[in-house]
């Protein structure tokens, strides 16, 4: 995970005009000929139904994005709370759906820009291109671009946009709507209300913005209040506009003029028109819509990218795609691989040229994952983990969710069937993915799962087995134990079993028999009870100190050469994914000893922890951080020792002198990052070991990173962890996180 942290700098209206940016698009300057072909003024309600719709899932998302600010948004929700199958689903879903509305909304973008600048058209053989498709991949091009070098969009430059969009359409209203004509807007419904919900169908697509301000909801200043305030602001915002613009423009062109067949810009014709009659100044009025459609286009669009780098991040943490699509650039900062294939995929679909069957499929997509985030909320507060903690609740739960729901997954029967295959198709593409490639590698359970599951005796039959089919198998995760001192072996074996236990993993006791160079293993193997007669009692007393905790253990007895250097062997052999082992005086390193060859030629082969054993006691924990990936699975350990024993956590940083407050937002970040906001946090400066010391001194347990020196760094100048290691007197458990290295980092350090 990336190490960068993000400082909550997005204040109230710059939350909100992400959300009323992204929407303001499609509602107004790309669908409306379409959609008074398919409902006539009544396409006016339709808006107002779909911001109702909308308006059930904004609340909803609220009280999930202020307990869960997670990069993913609605995918994260989703994933956490029903499990990674439906974090599949979700996880695609808004992925191509969000790469759908992309290509949507830069063909809308082309069509301004033509009218703006001639583009040519471009024919290349069989390749046949006309001037919007042109125009649309040129800017595709260039906003992919942007993105991928990592040009960001600030809080005061979104803001700016939107409030000159709203000034635009403002004006235009009010110009409009003195040269309106009611008469025009009868018949209200000419083709019967029976078209009001496919007409909402229609335009879902230009409400698709408002669950993008959860994705950011980690950088709003006081979440808890400006993001309900922003994300159901802007649906209730957006929705008015929308039908007081459909209204003018019905009202100021016969609707039956505005439909495709006589206008490709129907918006663009109307303010010529209505600042022609009023102004006398048609240009004006035709100069205003196109300026105005350009950026409410490029807007969507820019920000739809955007969002499907932070789901194809947040489904990588998660393991459901491959980590290689988080690789982020060096000299950018940015997912450049996620970028450029989801970039690669909108050009692709702009070249297709009409992408509104794409697009509309993306709003069954996306109807289906705020059906899904609905469900979600019903099932975080039923199982009332005790994390879930929001400072927005849904008013009128359970009415809200279950009505938001229903109606999001009802109304997608109103799309058309070309639309809702392509959706199911996607769905079962995300089922499928689940199953072949996510599922044997994620290790999350959901927390719908976990509740079944945990009350099986209590649950029907079919809902514990379908709950245990669809289970996560990560490979079932292996804690092994070198175990060779019996003082200590109690309190090594009880740390691995309340990680394995928390994991759902396996403890793989092992004890490794050093066998003299001069004897074959074959014999010292023959001869056990008189070489190692203590083996099997070793093992059999680990069995013994596992049991309380429930978890499975396996023992093995290795014969080998080698002594402390086996057990990077051992953990390979035995798939091991976190190594427990206590710390001896043949190995005066964070875990690592120093002589040997395996440090200088190969990394640890999985994630490493060292105690030192003082007694173990996990009630009062201190962990230390500056960053850095040894750090992280330092945090990990603190808070599942937090879960276990209901331990009180202390987070330490150690800041430079007069960097407080950069310290202490550092550590806010941090704590947010691995779901650590109820431990206390401290920042000092000074020495960065006399302060662990001191703050050591009221702890039980210090849980510490190991250093990320490399060896001829820590031979020749020390390492700050050893020698805090030996000058507390709590227990320490240093944390080596397993990370591929080149041989000069192994050598010389970062």
């Not at 599949?88 to 759906?97: D, F, H, K, Q, R």
């Amino acid at each position: 995970m990336s190490d960068e942290e993000l400082a909550k700098d997005l204040g109230p209206l710059a939350a909100l005009t992400i959300g009323v940016g992204t929407m303001i698009g499609a509602g107004i300057f790309v669908l409306p000929g379409e959609a008074a072909a398919a409902a006539g003024p009544l396409i006016a309600l339709s808006f107002i139904v779909g911001g109702v719709i909308s308006l059930f899932t904004a609340l909803s998302a609220s009280e999930l994005g202020t307990a869960m600010p997670r990069a993913g948004g609605g995918y994260y929700y989703v994933n956490h709370a029903l499990g990674p199958l439906f974090g599949s689903i979700a996880g695609m879903g808004n992925w191509i759906g969000l790469a759908f509305a992309s290509a949507f909304y830069m063909l809308g973008f082309g069509s301004f820009l033509v009218q703006l600048a001639g583009v040519p058209g471009l024919y290349l053989g069989v390749i046949v291109l006309d001037d919007t498709q042109v125009a649309a991949l040129l800017a595709g091009v260039a906003f992919v671009a942007v993105n991928y070098v990592g040009a960001k969009e600030t809080g005061r430059l979104q803001n700016a946009i939107v409030i000159t969009l709203v000034a635009i359409l403002t004006a235009f209203s009010l110009v409009g709507a003195l040269t309106l004509d009611l008469s025009t807007i009868t018949p209200f419904a000419p083709a019967g209300y029976g078209q009001l919900l496919p007409g909402t169908a229609l335009v879902f697509v230009s409400f698709l913005g408002f669950a993008k301000i959860t994705t950011v909801a980690e950088e709003i200043k006081n979440p808890g209040r400006n993001l309900p305030l922003a994300v159901v602001g802007s649906v209730l915002i957006v929705t008015v506009m929308y039908a007081i613009v459909m209204v003018v423009l019905m009202g100021v062109v016969n609707w039956r003029q505005l439909t495709p067949e006589f206008t490709e810009t129907p918006v663009v014709d109307v303010a010529e028109i209505a600042f022609g009659n009023v102004l006398g100044v048609p240009t004006l009025g035709w100069g205003l819509i196109v300026f105005a459609g350009l950026l409410a286009t490029a807007s969507s669009a820019n920000a739809s990218i955007l969002a499907s780098s932070r789901i194809n991040f947040a489904m990588g943490r998660d393991k459901l795609v491959s980590a290689w699509l988080n690789e982020i650039h060096p000299n950018f900062a940015t997912p450049y691989r996620s970028i450029a294939i989801t970039g690669g995929l909108i050009l692709l679909f702009i070249a297709i040229g009409d992408v509104t069957v794409l697009a509309k499929a993306g709003s069954v997509l996306h109807l289906i994952v705020y059906g899904l985030m609905n469900l979600a909320l019903i099932v975080m507060r039923v199982a009332d983990p005790p994390e879930y903690q929001p400072d927005f609740t849904v008013p009128l739960y359970p009415v809200v969710p279950i009505l938001g729901a229903v109606f999001s997954f009802g109304l997608i029967a109103f799309m058309a069937s070309v639309e809702i295959l392509l959706a199911a198709g996607f769905v079962c593409a995300g089922i499928a993915w689940y199953f072949v490639y996510a599922r044997p590698r994620t290790e999350k359970q959901g927390i719908l799962g976990q509740y079944v599951l945990e009350r099986a005796d209590r649950m029907p039959d079919s809902a514990v087995s379908a709950a245990a089919s669809v289970q996560p198998d990560g490979g079932t995760y292996r804690v092994m134990v070198p175990l060779a001192n019996p003082e200590h072996q109690h309190d090594l074996i009880e740390l691995a079993s309340a990680i394995a236990k928390e994991r759902d993993g396996t403890v793989v006791a092992t004890h490794i028999v050093q066998v003299p160079d001069q004897m074959a293993l074959a014999s010292a193997r023959d001869q056990m009870d008189d070489f190692d007669e203590g083996s099997r009692d070793l093992l059999a007393s680990a069995e013994a100190d596992a049991e309380p905790m429930g978890v499975p253990v396996e023992t093995h007895t290795i014969y080998s050469h080698r002594g402390f250097e086996e057990i990077f062997d051992a953990a390979r052999t035995h798939d091991a994914d976190l190594v427990v082992m206590g710390w001896g005086p043949s190995h005066s390193s964070p875990g690592r000893v120093e002589s040997a060859l395996d440090d200088v030629t190969g990394d640890v082969p999985c994630d490493f922890l060292v105690l030192r054993d003082r007694g173990f006691d996990p009630s009062r924990i201190l962990v230390p951080t500056a960053g850095g990936p040894d750090s992280a699975l330092s945090g990990a350990i603190a808070r599942l020792l937090q879960r276990v024993y209901d331990a009180e956590v202390t987070l330490l940083h150690v800041a430079d002198e007069g960097e407080d407050t950069e310290g202490e937002a550092f550590l806010e970040a941090w704590a947010d990052e691995h779901d650590l906001l109820d431990a206390e946090r401290r920042v000092e400066t000074g020495d960065v070991e006399a302060a662990i010391e001191r703050a050591a001194a009221d702890h039980s347990m210090l849980v510490i990173g190991a250093t990320e020196r490399g060896l001829l760094s820590r031979l020749v100048r020390g390492t700050l962890v050893l020698d805090v290691v030996e000058d507390v007197d709590c227990s320490v458990v240093l944390a080596e996180k397993h990370r591929s290295r080149t041989l000069r980092e192994r050598l010389f350090g970062h």
